[in-house]
T-cell receptor, first 117, second 114 residues
């Protein structure tokens, strides 16, 4: 059972465009929603994250929009550049802000973004 | 000064062999993880571990076992390797109480079983 559904699988945009990647989740206990960027041959790197009590968060050219009632969140990349070409993963976890010990991230299946010069 | 380092980066081995992948983090984090990334890039949790608990994903075969000699290391041992074990394995770490809840991942170990 996939708990975080991500779309599209791949995305091609021209430089300067605004790619949007969408994710939907099922488990209302999730309380932490990060996005990761992965370049070929590298590990995923944290880009930006949001809590469910916030509707939008912006860091540089990256923005997360969060719709708690719809159980959906999305990543927008403003003024996209060829260097943004990578695979992007959304993820979710529960119990992040309470308790102790580990918290496991459940990942979406990834979106391969290509930004054409 | 790599934060999470894994060795080896590439591992090619025959079916039936036993192998280990090492992971070390110098971030002072208290929790470490192993993830498997398959050929379709899907990332799936295998283990999470801190000094108090080991959580094993129920789908992980018992041929896989994590071993932690200390807080900074979490190694992955794999017995009787099978073709389906071929994947990229990522180690990661986190620290809950530092305000940044994201994982820090290593660069991965590409395991090929022939």
């Amino acid at each position: 059972q996939q708990q975080v559904k991500q779309s599209p699988q791949s995305l091609i945009v021209q430089k300067g465009g605004i790619p949007i990647i969408n994710c939907a989740y099922e488990n209302t206990a999730f309380d932490y929603f990060p996005w990761y960027q992965q370049f070929p041959g590298k590990g995923p790197a944290l880009l930006i994250a949001i809590r469910p009590d916030v509707s939008e968060k912006k860091e540089g050219r990256f923005t997360i929009s969060f719709n708690k009632s719809a159980k959906q969140f999305s990543l927008h990349i403003m003024d996209s550049q060829p260097g943004d070409s990578a695979t992007y993963f959304c993820a979710a976890s529960m119990g992040v802000y309470s308790g102790a010990g580990s918290y496991q991230l459940t990942f979406g299946k990834g979106t391969k973004l290509s930004v054409i010069p | 000064d790599t934060a999470v380092s894994q060795t080896p980066k590439y591992l090619v081995t025959q079916m039936g062999n036993d192998k280990s992948i090492k992971c070390e983090q110098n971030l002072g984090h208290d929790t470490m993880y192993w993830y498997k990334q398959d050929s379709k890039k899907f990332l799936k949790i295998m283990f999470s571990y801190n000094n108090k608990e080991l959580i094993i994903n129920e789908t992980v075969p018992n041929r896989f076992s994590p071993k932690s000699p200390d807080k900074a290391h979490l190694n992955l041992h794999i017995n009787s390797l099978e073709l389906g074990d071929s994947a990229v394995y990522f180690c990661a770490s986190s620290q809950r109480d530092r305000g940044n809840y994201g994982y820090t991942f290593g660069s991965g170990t590409r395991l090929t079983v022939v």
